[in-house]
């Protein structure tokens, strides 16, 4: 069988198994069980797809396979990776795992809970393995629509109006998106010349150039507000501010991802000539959303407020780095998405457990919390170092390449871009630190705090796992460097055209 | 060349002790952690100590000069086709140097701390912190390449900034630590956008390409041109900018004076022996290329350095706490060092500047660590920082009253101490290059005699306080590392160190100056009792001085109020100025904008909901009204 | 076939049954008296079916089929929606239609 299948036969299984488990300590057990034989799926895939490179396969996608499933319009069912996906379905299946870990004392509605969260992982491994247009369409709404339920019901605060105003902006996304991939479908000529959506296949026969400086901005802008791209950003405080713990980890983690890598897999490689055409005005954009993130971080003071901010800074980066159109940059927007991925995960996760022992979230109101929760302290400055680029932290080897690669252009527009994005790395300092300082350090100023329960074993399981690979890959970045690197070329080919 | 793989230990013991100490820090017994760590620096001492003897003295420098030797070298991250990251280990003359300076004082630091930490809360933490410490420099100084340089230089700022947060309670720590980080970070963007710049030009990071002496390496970065400069001094300015950054050069050095809110042993450390001259060391270690630009890019390195020594030599007169005049000494001492650089030449005669910076880049590292362990050890026992709180304490210590004059003496430049021999090559240095800044060295060695006598008599001479607790000497692992820096600080000067460091690697002889030597001499004598005179008995005399200049005085002693122009810069601009309106922007213009989509929507919705009245029948009308409608349409279709 | 009357002549009566019924429909408050009103537009069709079926295609029996099928569902339908009119009534005790607008947006 297709190793991909098993990739999304697993969550499937998993949520059919929810369905027959009674009362939360059951429905929590099969999750776990579910996701961790994802977990080690994802590295099978890892290790397969690494041995068959090897092995001295140079296809740009591995395992396909292709099912017809709607043969009037030609939708089929197409399967297939290269190295840029499997990193992100190993980075989905890490956070989906995190976020079991972290939800495993959820009280209300266990089972309903968790098949939705596993349900929005479905629909984020199905996009990553996908190669048609329409199928990694439906997965993407398959990932958008749990997240209306799950920040609906198990949300806090003005959950209602979060939930709707989330679900709102990334459906109006998709709408452009929906245009667009239509558009793309209808400029199409497959192999035996019918209209297909299949990625491989638009990409081989290309898409008329006027087409694409219609559809480039729509599918780019489509996908741009799932990566939280200025001036659509406004969904991800809200939103992140009521969804519960785990929703939070996995949209940051991943969800967002799904922005990014679309706009890279879609939009750049089907459209190579426009994205060429009309990369300043999103590079003005998204170089502006990473400094206005960081700035707008600097005022906030819940903290996922600020790790939202953040995120709209790390994420512009993405979309920075995609725009500058070159290997290296992209390497980078490629490895910024892992490493933002896992590290907000692992913020969202540490506010989350912060949140349940202080029921606060505002920074003034926390104080000197190293001393009584030394293990979440440390995780948070952790992260935090890795949220501002500390060499041996993921981080650092994703922004350098993003730099680098960005360097790369010679011309005074991108330098001064890209010398603005580098700036950020100094305001981002400004608000780490700044939180770092005031929360965890000095005085314990609430005597309650001095009571607090330390982290318990399935807090720091799911902690663990997101901390540990952000440290593997800030200090052996080569080999994940170097098998997102020999991916890209398909869409340098592309762009060569 | 071969036989140096064991030096991949000195980098990676540390970082092992690390990670050790740190994960088990809150489990571990804290005197055990205590003696893993120093147990750590004391191998990679003799692993650094055999190098430098398997590299200086097993052999006489060969034909072409000291050899460069790359026993460990590996590519880290691949950017593009060409442009690869490695990391490596690098033995040159300077980097040798530096393992020494970093092992023999890392050391004694790690030593030193067993004492003075003792009981601590965090004292795992403080040993996996300094080990972390001791492994980035390390692995800096040892870098083969510019990048390799930048990844340990962040590390060795998140070292500084952990461990002058050590005190994580104390709110002043904390924020001194984060001004350290946020200035150096700061500087350091400074750094990077001069390593993209300079690294697009040459297409590489590595030393040996980019300091070619034939500048095939550097050729295009200067001949590009930028706003009137080449590119490749744009480059090294930038990158400058960098070492001024963690050197604390004016202007960006207001965090060091701060960062003596860590632990006194950390600051002789950190903060005056090792990773403040990093700064100096990037420079010296890019001297060749900074010495093929045409542009002013030297010079800019020494008029700064000038400027910060001599800013910082006058601010030392007036501060009272005794840490901070030692943290303005060291920014003081630390120009001297760029100073000398920036007007040294390349090879022979003309590197002399080279050399002296290196020769009292590695003196400073001795007494400057034996001051700060001496001041600790009078905190120690007095339990404040401040000056006034002292006084006659050589009475109560007298072995760090001894080792304290000796580091006094060899700051101060007296013959036979470290530091004479050191600043003389200096003065020469500037003397030969230009006659400004020959006097602002001479200024400022007179200076340095003053201050630092003010600090010795206020301490141990002066009023007897008739302390609450009599001040004890400090237990054993204190003072032997104390002796042992004394004993450096006194003959580390009689190092020919012309014969071993020199630009171009190729032995220099070298010669004291009398002229120079004697003029030096006399102006830090009349420094020397210029404070005896004043300090030496408690008397009203000092006070009346400072009345007397008034304004002028408290300027000076406001630190010239650059502080609190860096504030209003970020209270004002940056926080005030950006970061509020740009969140007041998100949420009342961007946010709002959307919001009010949403809004319209609403509006549209309640206009037209009356239709929905609920009544049934008024369905029906419109259904039936509706098929009538379409009949006679349709009808009407037909019929044509 | 019915001797002496047209096609037009029960057109015309099955029309007006029709009308009367829409009319009594949209105009009557009484939830029974629209029930009737039902009634009367679905045997207009009704009629129509048979009549169409007898005039124009005698020799096939679909239009009488599709009255008798007409007959069982308007039973079944009455049946419930009585249901409807009591349960409504034992809630709200009214049978006025415009007592029941909970319906709307």
């Known amino acids: 069988m297709n190793i991909l299948l098993l990739i999304l036969i697993i969550p499937t299984l998993t949520i059919l198994a929810l369905l027959f488990s009674k009362g939360k300590e059951q429905a929590r057990l099969v999750s776990a069980a579910g996701m961790g034989l994802q977990f080690v799926a994802a590295f099978y895939l890892l290790f397969a797809f690494l041995q068959e490179r090897a092995a001295g396969n140079t296809a740009d996608m591995l395992f396909t396979s292709s099912y017809l499933w709607f043969t009037p319009l030609n939708i089929r069912f197409d399967l297939g990776v290269d190295g840029v996906s499997v990193a992100l379905i190993l980075l989905t299946a890490i956070v989906s795992l995190a976020g079991v870990f972290i939800s495993w004392k959820m009280e209300d509605l266990a089972k309903e809970y968790f098949v939705s969260l596993i349900a929005l992982a479905t629909g984020v491994f199905g996009f990553f393995v996908t190669l048609d247009l329409f199928t990694m369409f439906l997965f993407y709404e398959l990932a958008v629509i749990p997240m209306y339920l799950l920040i609906g019901i198990w949300g806090s605060g003005p959950k209602e109006y979060s939930a709707m105003k989330l679900t709102l902006m990334l459906m109006g996304g998709s709408a452009f998106l929906l245009v667009g991939l239509l558009g793309l479908y209808f400029n199409s000529t497959g192999v035996e010349g019918q209209h297909t959506f299949n990625l491989m296949e638009i990409a081989a026969s290309g898409i008329p150039v006027e087409a694409q400086r219609l559809f480039f901005p729509l599918t780019f802008v489509g996908f741009g507000v799932l990566g939280a791209m200025f001036p659509f950003h406004t969904w991800s405080p809200d939103g992140h501010a009521s969804a519960p713990t785990a929703v939070s980890m996995l949209h940051a983690g991943v969800l967002m991802k799904l922005g990014g890598y679309g706009c890279y897999r879609v939009a750049v490689f089907l459209m190579p000539q426009a994205a060429g055409e009309m990369a300043w005005f999103f590079i003005i954009l998204t170089g502006f959303s990473v400094i206005y993130g960081a700035f707008g971080a600097i005022r906030q003071t819940d903290l996922k407020f600020i790790n939202a901010y953040s995120s709209v800074s790390h994420c512009g980066l993405v979309l920075f780095a995609i725009l500058m159109l070159n290997k290296t940059a992209m390497n980078g927007a490629i490895l910024q998405m892992i490493s933002h991925g896992l590290m907000t995960a692992l913020f969202f996760a540490l506010i989350g457990m912060l949140y349940e022992r202080t029921h606060t979230r505002i920074v003034q109101e926390m104080g000197g919390l190293m001393k009584v929760l030394p293990f979440i302290s440390a995780c948070y400055v952790i992260a935090g170092l890795a949220s501002l680029g500390l060499p041996g932290l993921s981080g650092f080897v994703a922004e350098m390449s993003i730099f680098f690669g960005a360097f790369e252009h010679a011309d005074s527009f991108h330098r001064v871009w890209t010398i603005l994005a580098v700036s950020a790395i100094v305001v981002t300092a400004v608000y780490i630190l700044r939180v770092v300082g005031a929360m965890l350090m000095g005085p314990i100023t609430n005597p309650e705090y001095a009571h607090l329960p330390a982290a318990s074993w399935y807090e720091k399981t799911g902690a663990l796992l997101l901390l540990l690979p952000i440290a593997a890959i800030g200090m052996a970045p080569l080999w994940l460097s170097e098998m997102i690197r020999y991916s890209l070329e398909p869409v340098i080919r592309q762009l060569g055209m | ?640 | 076939m019915i001797p002496g009357v047209s096609l037009l002549e029960i057109l015309t009566v099955s029309t007006l049954m029709f009308f009367i019924g829409v009319y009594g429909f949209v105009t009557r408050r009484n939830l029974i008296t629209i029930l009737m009103s039902l009634e009367l537009v679905l045997n207009g069709a009704a009629i129509n079916f048979v009549a169409f079926n007898k005039y124009l295609y005698p020799g096939q029996p679909a239009g009488q089929f599709f009255t008798l099928f007409l007959i069982a569902v308007a039973a079944a339908e009455v049946a419930l929606a009585i249901a409807i009119v009591i349960n409504l009534y034992r809630r709200i005790k009214s049978v006025e239609v415009e007592n029941v607008n909970t319906l709307k947006h």
């Open chain 2, 1 to 640: 060349m071969e036989g140096y793989s064991y030096t991949i230990w000195i980098v990676l013991l540390p970082f092992l002790v690390f990670l050790l100490t740190g994960v088990s820090s809150l489990r571990i017994r804290p005197q055990l952690a205590g003696w893993i760590g120093t147990g750590g620096i004391l191998t990679t001492l003799v692993l650094s100590l055999y190098t430098a003897a398997q590299y200086f003295l097993a052999s006489a420098p060969p034909e072409g000069g000291w050899p460069t030797v790359t026993p460990l070298d590996f590519t880290w991250l691949k950017f593009s086709d060409t442009l690869h990251v490695h990391m490596g280990i690098l033995l040159d003359p300077i980097s040798v140097m530096m393992l020494v300076v970093i092992s023999v004082v890392s050391s004694m630091v790690h030593i030193y701390s067993l004492g003075y930490m003792k009981g601590e809360h965090g004292f795992a933490r403080y040993y996996a912190f300094l080990s972390l410490f001791s492994f980035s420099m390390y692995g800096l100084v040892l870098a083969t390449n510019l990048f390799q340089i930048y990844f340990f230089w962040e590390l060795v700022g998140v070292s500084s900034y952990l461990l002058i947060g050590f005190y994580y309670d104390r709110p002043s720590a904390v924020a001194a630590a984060k001004k350290a980080f946020i200035v150096t970070r700061f500087a350091d963007f400074g750094f990077l956008v001069g390593i993209l710049l300079l690294s697009w030009h040459s297409g590489t990071f590595d030393f040996a390409a980019l300091t070619n002496p034939d500048g095939s390496g550097i050729a295009e970065a200067a001949s590009a041109t930028f706003m009137g400069a080449s590119v490749l001094t744009w480059a090294l300015v930038l990158i400058f900018m960098g070492g001024a950054g963690k050197s604390a050069m004016f202007p960006l050095h207001i965090w060091l004076p701060d960062a003596m809110e860590g632990p006194t042993p950390v600051s002789a450390l950190i903060h005056a022996a090792t990773m403040v001259v990093a700064g100096v060391y990037l420079v010296a270690r890019l001297f060749p290329v900074y010495h093929m630009s045409d542009g002013p890019a030297l010079d800019i390195v020494a008029w700064t350095g000038a400027f910060t020594a001599l800013f910082a030599a006058v601010i030392a007169i007036t501060q009272e706490d005794i840490k901070r005049v030692l943290a303005y000494s060291t920014m003081s001492q630390i120009g001297y060092m760029m100073m000398a650089l920036g007007v040294s030449g390349y090879g022979a005669e003309a590197g002399l500047g080279f050399t002296a910076s290196m020769f009292h880049l590695f003196t400073h590292a001795m007494f400057k660590a034996l001051l700060f362990l001496g001041a600790g050890a009078v905190i120690h026992a007095v339990h404040s920082n401040i000056m006034s709180d002292m006084g006659g304490l050589r009475r109560y210590l007298p072995l760090t009253h001894g080792t304290f004059l000796v580091a006094c003496l060899a700051i101060a430049g007296i013959p036979p101490f470290a530091g004479f021999f050191s600043k003389d090559e200096i003065l020469t240095a500037t003397m030969h290059k230009n006659p400004v800044l020959y006097g602002v060295a001479l200024l400022v060695a007179g200076l340095t005699a003053l201050y630092m006598f003010r600090l010795y008599f206020r301490i141990f001479w002066g009023e007897d306080r008739r302390y609450e607790h009599t001040p004890h000497e400090a237990p054993a692992a204190m003072w032997v590392p104390l002796m042992l820096l004394a004993v450096l600080s006194t003959v580390g000067g009689f190092i020919p160190f012309g014969h071993f460091v020199t630009a171009d690697h190729l032995p220099v002889g070298s010669h004291l100056d009398l002229t120079i030597a004697l003029t030096a001499g006399g102006i830090s004598v009349a420094g020397i009792l210029a404070a005896m005179a004043l300090y030496r008995k408690p008397s009203a005399q000092p006070d009346r001085i400072a009345e007397s200049l008034g304004g002028l005085y408290r300027t000076v002693s406001r630190k010239f109020y650059i502080d609190e122009l860096y504030q209003a810069v970020t209270k004002k601009v940056l926080f005030k100025g950006i970061a509020w309106p740009v969140a007041w922007f998100d949420r009342n213009v961007v946010d709002a904008s959307m919001n009010g989509i949403a809004w319209l929507t609403t509006r549209a919705a309640r206009a037209i909901k009356g239709i929905q009245s609920g009544q049934v029948q008024h369905y029906a009308l419109s259904f039936v009204m509706g098929t009538v409608a379409l009949a006679a349409l349709f009808i009407y279709w037909l019929k044509r």
